[in-house]
């Protein structure tokens, strides 16, 4: 992690430094303060936890209160958002670019020379990923999948499979229902570990822009997720479900196929959701009641 000057963090926040320059090493937490480091206080029920022995810190807070000579206190709006911008615009360093030597990648498939492909991962025929896309390592990214520019995908994950899509015959034998569809997911995503999406069986399976998913979580084919909603571990999306904007899909959450979940929802933790879910509604339990 690079060194970043305290000076530089007021000029981020548009603060203004009466105090002495220092150099802030990296991040530490409320509960293990680090000399010469940035901690966020998001609750002020923490602030009685901010003692002990060290130098040179700076506190992002909500409120002011009494620290160290050497320490210091900035007061901004919403802690944590601060942190993380912090951390990501100054600390963090730019991960190499290119295709690993392990990885396997299709001729036919076209790959920003910004995009970073992770070691032993395959990327089939007709895929499109753009600018700054990194793909982890042992990780498939089907046919004809778009990876939008600036997204992530974890280790271990699978675009573009084949989903679950049968019809019985006269014999009752399950006849498999071709997927020709694919994947298409937006810019800024960030898709996190052992996570499978299926393909569409005709029309793509689309993750919009700013959407977020946690490790294991189930996509099945033609779902359709708004942009920005969290997915988190664990969550299964049955087929052709659409998920509005803004949503939060708790953690061992399932949506049964072909529901509609309104935008601003918020789906608990656990939930079995088996109807319908308007606008800005919350829902719990097995089967899911709103609340």
Same mark, same amino acid.
């Given at each position: 992690?690079?060194?970043?000057s305290?000076?530089? *963090?007021?000029?981020? @926040?548009?603060?203004?430094r009466?105090f002495? #320059?220092?150099e802030?090493?990296?991040?530490s937490?409320i509960?293990?303060?680090?000399?010469f480091?940035?901690?966020?206080?998001?609750?002020?029920v923490?602030?009685?936890?901010?003692?002990?022995?060290?130098?040179?810190?700076?506190?992002?807070?909500?409120k002011?209160?009494n620290?160290?000579?050497?320490c210091?206190?900035?007061?901004?709006?919403?802690?944590?958002?601060?942190?993380?911008?912090i !951390?990501n615009?100054?600390?963090?360093?730019p991960?190499?670019?290119? *295709?690993?030597?392990t990885?396997?990648?299709?001729s036919?498939?076209?790959?920003?020379i910004?995009a970073?492909?992770g070691?032993?991962?395959?990327?089939?025929?007709d !895929?499109v990923?753009?600018?700054?896309?990194?793909?982890g390592h042992?990780?498939?990214?089907?046919r004809?999948? !778009?990876?939008?520019?600036r997204?992530?995908i974890?280790?271990?994950?699978v675009?573009?499979t084949?989903? @679950?899509?049968?019809e019985?015959?006269?014999?009752?034998n399950p006849?498999?229902?071709p997927? @020709?569809?694919g994947?298409?997911?937006?810019k800024?995503?960030?898709?996190?570990?052992?996570?499978?999406i299926?393909?569409? $069986?005709?029309d793509?399976?689309?993750? #919009?822009?700013?959407?977020?998913?946690?490790d294991?979580?189930?996509?099945?084919?033609?779902?359709?997720?708004?942009?920005r909603?969290?997915?988190v571990?664990g969550c299964?999306?049955?087929?052709s479900?659409?998920?509005?904007?803004?949503?939060?899909i708790?953690?061992l959450? $399932?949506?049964?196929?072909?529901?509609?979940?309104?935008?601003k929802?918020?789906?608990?933790?656990?939930?079995?959701?088996t109807?319908?879910?308007?606008?800005s509604k919350?829902?719990a339990?097995?089967?899911?009641r709103e609340?």
């Amino acid at each position: 992690m690079t060194p970043v000057s305290a000076s530089s *963090i007021i000029n981020f @926040l548009n603060l203004e430094r009466d105090f002495e #320059d220092f150099e802030v090493l990296g991040p530490s937490s409320i509960r293990n303060i680090r000399s010469f480091s940035i901690v966020f206080i998001n609750n002020v029920v923490d602030i009685p936890v901010v003692q002990g022995d060290f130098e040179y810190v700076l506190f992002l807070s909500k409120k002011t209160f009494n620290v160290h000579p050497t320490c210091h206190v900035l007061q901004v709006e919403n802690p944590r958002l601060r942190f993380a911008q912090i !951390v990501n615009a100054l600390f963090l360093k730019p991960e190499s670019r290119g *295709i690993s030597q392990t990885a396997v990648c299709s001729s036919t498939s076209s790959i920003s020379i910004s995009a970073l492909i992770g070691e032993f991962s395959v990327v089939e025929d007709d !895929v499109v990923i753009g600018d700054h896309v990194v793909i982890g390592h042992h990780t498939v990214i089907g046919r004809g999948s !778009v990876i939008g520019d600036r997204s992530q995908i974890g280790s271990n994950s699978v675009i573009g499979t084949t989903g @679950l899509g049968f019809e019985r015959d006269e014999n009752f034998n399950p006849i498999r229902i071709p997927h @020709l569809g694919g994947v298409v997911i937006g810019k800024d995503v960030e898709v996190g570990s052992c996570v499978t999406i299926a393909r569409g $069986t005709i029309d793509n399976t689309c993750i #919009d822009n700013m959407v977020k998913i946690d490790d294991h979580v189930f996509i099945a084919h033609n779902v359709l997720i708004g942009a920005r909603s969290i997915l988190v571990a664990g969550c299964e999306v049955s087929g052709s479900v659409q998920i509005g904007q803004d949503c939060w899909i708790g953690p061992l959450s $399932t949506i049964r196929d072909g529901l509609i979940i309104g935008q601003k929802s918020i789906i608990g933790m656990g939930a079995v959701v088996t109807k319908n879910v308007g606008d800005s509604k919350t829902v719990a339990g097995n089967p899911a009641r709103e609340f």
